[in-house]
């Protein structure tokens, strides 16, 4: 039992689970967001994740719910305890369906606790 709760807790601090759970809130109730992969990235001065998601809204969800998600992304302020979310995109964009990438980095002021 020790092993799974260790995992539910890595799960719980995950900057792309973080951010899944974040954008389906943001989303609402009539989308489905999911994390298709992930990739690492680095500079000279910084390292992170890239994280790629499909939103796909569901048979009620209206086309304007769509935009709105799409123009809200971009200037959205994300939580992720010893991260920040450095670049968000949305890459492509339909009426039931965005494609979003986003470039997450580890805080060099105050890096995750967990050693990540």
């Given at each position: 039992?020790?092993?799974?709760?260790?995992?539910r807790?890595?799960?719980l601090?995950?900057p792309?689970?973080?951010?899944?759970?974040?954008?389906?809130a943001l989303a609402?109730?009539?989308?489905?967001?999911?994390?298709?992969?992930?990739?690492p990235?680095?500079?000279?001065t910084?390292?992170?994740?890239?994280?790629?998601?499909?939103?796909?809204?569901?048979?009620?969800a209206?086309?304007?719910e769509m935009?709105?998600?799409a123009a809200?992304?971009?200037d959205?302020?994300f939580?992720?305890?010893?991260?920040?979310?450095?670049d968000?995109?949305v890459?492509d964009?339909?009426?039931?369906?965005?494609l979003?990438?986003?470039?997450s980095?580890?805080?060099?002021?105050?890096p995750?606790?967990?050693?990540?």
């Amino acid at each position: 039992m020790p092993a799974e709760h260790a995992r539910r807790r890595a799960r719980l601090r995950d900057p792309g689970a973080l951010l899944t759970r974040q954008m389906a809130a943001l989303a609402g109730d009539h989308a489905r967001v999911t994390l298709k992969r992930e990739r690492p990235w680095a500079s000279i001065t910084f390292s992170g994740t890239r994280h790629y998601f499909a939103v796909e809204g569901d048979g009620a969800a209206e086309p304007a719910e769509m935009q709105r998600l799409a123009a809200t992304l971009p200037d959205h302020e994300f939580s992720i305890p010893g991260h920040f979310v450095a670049d968000i995109l949305v890459t492509d964009h339909s009426d039931k369906r965005l494609l979003v990438e986003a470039l997450s980095i580890i805080d060099p002021v105050e890096p995750p606790r967990d050693g990540r």
